[in-house]
Nanobody, 128 residues
């Protein structure tokens, strides 16, 4: 089991940057594939980015088209922490951002139902 706590959200002007962090409890963080999702008011939760678990030299990463080239997902297994560096933020990026974890052997990383563990979310607001 793993518990997830996000931080780093806030209010930023369009074009600005934020870095979200997701601190995970437990000793097996490296075994989990991790994802970032977001949910804006009145909208469904949507995939943002994901990174597979350790065991390979370069972690596989996936990004939603809407954030590709602007957001970077990374992980530090020694610190049990997942990151999301967000640059060139737009008002459309405004949402609650959630990190999630799965131990599925070959998860469909873009599908929220694949993830068993979720954080409580952190609000990101981008002003125009």
């Amino acid at each position: 089991q793993v518990q997830l706590v996000e931080s780093g959200g806030g209010l930023v002007q369009a074009g600005g940057s934020l870095r979200l962090s997701c601190a995970a409890s437990g000793r097996t963080f490296s075994n989990y594939a991790m994802g970032w999702f977001r949910q804006a008011p009145g909208k469904e939760r949507e995939f943002v980015a994901a990174i597979k678990s350790s065991g390979i030299a370069t972690y596989y990463k996936d990004y939603a088209d809407s954030v590709k080239g602007r957001f970077t997902i990374s992980r530090d297994n020694a610190k049990n922490t997942l990151y999301l560096q967000m640059n060139s933020l737009k008002p459309d990026d405004t949402a609650v951002y959630y990190c999630a974890a799965t131990q599925a052997s070959d998860p469909a990383l873009r599908r929220p139902s694949e993830y068993r563990y979720w954080g409580q979310g952190t609000q990101v607001t981008v002003s125009s």
